[in-house]
């Protein structure tokens, strides 16, 4: 049971080029999120799915885009990075309860360190 | 605006004491709390968590306390252990929504 997975662990971008993050789980969770983590200023959520094929917008999504084709996949993808995303990503999911909200520990991965030059 | 605080941005403790990481939520529409604790290069691990129906829920050498009249939430670790040295966040979840707000967390040295 390796819980939540994410590859790269680390990437070097020049600004304007592209790239896909990925997040695995293997808990059969129908949450999962993503997450970037700056010097005091905590985590933000960027997007977010309550199911396979559903994906939203959370709190800083501007930039990004994800989908989630596969229930223990969620995908995070800047098409045209830039140096303000310089970051740590991270990616979690979480237990369902069906009622439409959080309400249930989140299990994160390792985060994903990304630099934009 | 909404967020979640703290009161102590680093706490530092000998080895074998009890040690009590504190936090301020400022959303009274929140009924459901965790603490996560996060080590160097690694991601968020949930420690604990409370609902709004409950005051104290323990674990494993670890308590949560949540005080709902001044809106405060804390962490008590019994015997710190060298291991216990992270950086501690809680976290609120707002009824209705996806949207959970973390403090930015708490940084906690163990002495040996």
């Known amino acids: 049971n390796a819980g939540v997975t994410q590859t790269p662990k680390f990437r070097v971008l020049k600004t304007g080029q592209s790239m896909t993050l990925l997040c695995a789980q293997d808990?059969?969770?129908?949450?999962m999120y993503w997450y970037r983590q700056d010097p005091g200023m905590g985590l933000r959520l960027i997007h977010y799915?309550?199911?396979?094929?559903?994906?939203a917008k959370g709190e800083v999504p501007d930039g990004y885009n994800v989908s989630r084709l596969k229930k223990q996949n969620f995908l995070l993808g800047l098409e045209s990075a830039a140096p303000s995303q310089t970051s740590v990503y991270f990616c979690?999911?979480?237990?369902?309860?069906?009622?439409?909200?959080?309400?249930?520990?989140?299990?994160f991965g390792d985060g994903t360190r990304l630099s934009i030059l | 605006g909404e967020s979640v605080g703290l009161h102590l941005p680093t706490l530092s403790v000998q080895e074998g004491d009890n040690s009590i990481i504190n936090c301020a939520y400022s959303?009274?529409?929140?009924?459901?709390f965790i603490w996560y604790k996060q080590e160097s290069g690694k991601g968020p691990q949930f420690i604990i968590d409370i609902r709004s129906n409950m005051d104290k829920r323990q674990g494993q050498r670890v308590t949560v306390l949540l005080n709902k009249t001044v809106k405060h939430l804390s962490l008590q670790i019994a015997a710190t252990q060298p291991g216990d040295s992270a950086v501690y966040f809680c976290?609120?979840?707002?009824?209705?929504?996806?949207?959970?707000?973390f403090g930015a967390g708490t940084r906690l040295f163990v002495k040996a």
């Open positions: 979690a999911s979480s237990y369902s309860l069906g009622t439409g909200r959080v309400n249930q520990p989140q299990h």
């Open positions: 799915s309550v199911g396979e094929g559903t994906t």
């Open positions: 808990m059969n969770h129908e949450y």
């Open positions: 976290a609120e979840n707002p009824t209705g929504g996806f949207k959970t707000i």
């Open positions: 959303n009274s529409a929140s009924d459901y």
